[in-house]
T-cell receptor, first 115, second 116 residues
Framework: KAGVTQTPRYLIKTRGQQVTLSCSPI?????VSWYQQTPGQGLQFLFE???????NKGNFPGRFSGRQFSNSRSEMNVSTLELGDSALYLC??????????????FGEGSRLTVL | AQKITQTQPGMFVQEKEAVTLDCTYD???????LFWYKQPSSGEMIFLIY??????QNATEGRYSLNFQKARKSANLVISASQLGDSAMYFC?????????????FGTGTRLKVLA
């Protein structure tokens, strides 16, 4: 069973640019969530999607957005990049069924560097 | 508000010995789930073990066990017979069990180094 796939793995952008990150969840998983990981702030929840609807949102500015497609694949976009957006962005999928314990299955992340 | 606290930024353990990684949590909810994840240098977060708030027995998964003390609101991870491959960051996390929401709260992590 293929795991969670995130692309690209590494990318370098400059301030003011925008970036789009992609996540393909495990087959059959309907929930996809995104996290930002930095050394200073740890793992911070960005948002969660379920059946193409954003179900939860963390405390991030509107420059951070996301969406989920009908095949459960998800993208997140960051516009007007700032130096502080440099981070590892982790995508996680979950079955989100009724009896599910809810463990998250993570991808290897997209490491974004903003210069 | 929910909160996860991991007070050990770094830990060392000798190979083949057991080690306990501390985690305390704060929540006013009665129904919740507690998780431990391992993050090697590659970046991927690997699920290790789960404990539900209503589970009466401590969870175990191979060499991993969760020492769940509900009254003290602690969920410590015990790794027995440490191996060099256990060197990684370890994160404790909590999730509301109800309502099918999947917003986790993570601790700041503990970096474990296993010594040969």
């Amino acid at each position: 069973k293929a795991g969670v796939t995130q692309t690209p793995r590494y990318l370098i952008k400059t301030r003011g640019q925008q970036v789009t990150l992609s996540c393909s969840p495990i087959s059959g998983h309907r929930s996809v969530s995104w996290y930002q990981q930095t050394p200073g702030q740890g793992l911070q929840f960005l948002f969660e999607y379920f059946s193409e609807t954003q179900r939860n949102k963390g405390n991030f500015p509107g420059r951070f957005s996301g969406r989920q497609f009908s095949n459960s694949r998800s993208e997140m976009n960051v516009s007007t990049l700032e130096l502080g957006d440099s981070a590892l962005y982790l995508c996680a999928s979950s079955f989100a069924g009724g009896s599910d314990t809810g463990e998250l299955f993570f991808g290897e992340g997209s490491r974004l560097t903003v210069l | 508000a929910q909160k996860i606290t991991q007070t050990q930024p770094g830990m060392f353990v000798q190979e083949k010995e057991a080690v306990t990684l501390d985690c305390t949590y704060d929540t006013s909810d009665q129904s919740y789930g507690l998780f431990w994840y391992k993050q090697p240098s590659s970046g991927e977060m690997i699920f290790l073990i789960y404990q539900g708030s209503y589970d009466e027995q401590n969870a175990t998964e191979g060499r991993y066990s969760l020492n769940f003390q509900k009254a003290r609101k602690s969920a410590n991870l015990v790794i027995s017979a440490s191996q060099l491959g256990d060197s990684a960051m370890y994160f404790c996390a909590m999730r509301d069990r109800c309502c099918r929401t999947y917003k986790y709260i993570f601790g700041t992590g503990t970096r474990l180094k296993v010594l040969a």
